[in-house]
């Protein structure tokens, strides 16, 4: 199971941009599906973007579709969310995941210890 460590959140303005990171280690990523998930205060956690392993389909909520663009690179074993147009209702803690399929298992999951993203109006 590989380790996830994200960066790149913080305060911005609305309209501004973010590009949050999420590098793996003690594996690749190579097989593993990826993607980022939000959590507000009082709510539960929600995807907001994923890529699937090889990266050939992705899926965005719908309240970020247009905005938002989840992205890999394998050679640096990290995958991104880049956040554009942000609107204070993006406001969140926000965790990469990363998730394989094991034979015979079911799914593997990893989690990073999460970035806080806050937009200001």
């Known amino acids: 199971q590989v380790q996830l460590v994200e960066s790149g959140g913080g305060l911005v303005q609305a309209g501004g941009s973010l590009r949050l990171s999420c590098a793996a280690s003690?594996?690749?990523?190579?097989?593993?599906?990826m993607g980022w998930f939000r959590q507000a205060p009082g709510t539960g956690r929600v995807i907001v973007a994923a890529?699937?392993?090889?990266?050939?389909?992705?899926h965005y909520a719908d309240s970020v579709k247009g905005r938002f663009t989840i992205s890999r690179d394998n050679a640096k074993n990290t995958f991104y969310l880049q956040m554009n147009s942000l609107k204070p209702e993006d406001t969140a803690v926000y965790y990469c995941?990363?998730?394989?399929?094991?034979?015979?298992?079911?799914?593997?999951?990893?989690w990073g210890q999460g970035t806080q993203v806050t937009v200001s109006s």
């Open positions: 003690g594996g690749t990523l190579d097989r593993y599906g």
């Open positions: 995941n990363a998730s394989l399929e094991v034979v015979g298992v079911g799914f593997v999951r990893s």
């Open positions: 890529i699937a392993w090889n990266g050939r389909t992705t």
